[in-house]
């Protein structure tokens, strides 16, 4: 179990331009979820995915970003003509559901984001 | 609207001493589950120890044990025999019912330094 993994784990940008960031989560996990983290907050939920379908988007998620999880492993989150405010760590978490008992998701390191 | 509020944005504590971390919630279900994570510096979230709401017991695993209130709406975190390692920041979370796929509520943290 290799665990989660993220890349970049850095990315600076100037404003205006597209990112993306890609997730890889534990092999055999089909949730998939995306977080935003600015600093000195706790983790906010943006978007998940159950295998390759995307299920739910949380009011955050603004028209500029989109994700995507193809063939239900890898995921991808995209976000075009930055802006300043979309500085932050992004955070992918995966989970294996239905589990008894508990829900708990294991994350990633994160991309942290710069935009100058 | 389910939301978790952690009250200590600071806490202190010497090796070996234990420490209880505060976390309160506030939902109007009757099933949900409480989460605490880890972040060091390094940026990862490490999942710690899970509370479901039936759990007729208290959540332990190893040095990390969860005091969970019900009728407070509480689920402190206790660490006994601190270590330097433990120094962090400490998220209480809650699985979010109003999403479908379990998504996380997060609280804004509490930062734990250990010293010798």
């Known amino acids: 179990d290799t665990g989660v993994s993220q890349d970049p784990r850095h990315k600076i940008t100037k404003r205006g331009q597209n990112v993306t960031f890609r997730c890889d989560p534990i092999?055999?996990?089909?949730?998939l979820y995306w977080y935003r983290q600015t600093l000195g907050q706790g983790p906010e939920f943006l978007t998940y995915f159950q295998n390759e379908a995307q299920l739910e988007k949380s009011r955050l998620l603004s028209d500029r970003f989109s994700a995507e999880r193809p063939k239900g492993s890898f995921s991808t989150l995209e976000i075009q003509r930055t802006e300043q405010g979309d500085s932050a760590m992004y955070l992918c978490?995966?989970?294996?559901?239905?589990?008894?008992?508990?829900?708990?998701?294991?994350f990633g390191p994160g991309t942290r984001l710069t935009v100058t | 609207a389910q939301k978790i509020t952690q009250t200590q944005p600071g806490m202190f504590v010497q090796e070996k001493e234990a420490v209880t971390l505060d976390c309160t919630y506030d939902t109007s279900d009757q099933s949900y589950g409480l989460f605490w994570y880890k972040q060091p510096s390094s940026g990862e979230m490490i999942f710690l120890i899970y509370q479901g709401s039936y759990d007729e017991q208290n959540a332990t695993e190893g040095r990390y044990s969860l005091n969970f209130q019900k009728a407070r709406k509480s689920a402190n975190l206790v660490i006994s025999a601190s270590q330097l390692g433990d120094s962090a920041m400490y998220f209480c979370a809650m699985r979010d019912p109003n999403q479908a796929g379990t998504a996380l509520i997060f609280g804004k943290g509490t930062t734990l330094s250990v010293s010798s």
């Open positions: 092999s055999e996990h089909n949730r």
């Open positions: 978490a995966s989970s294996l559901v239905p589990r008894p008992n508990s829900y708990e998701q294991y």
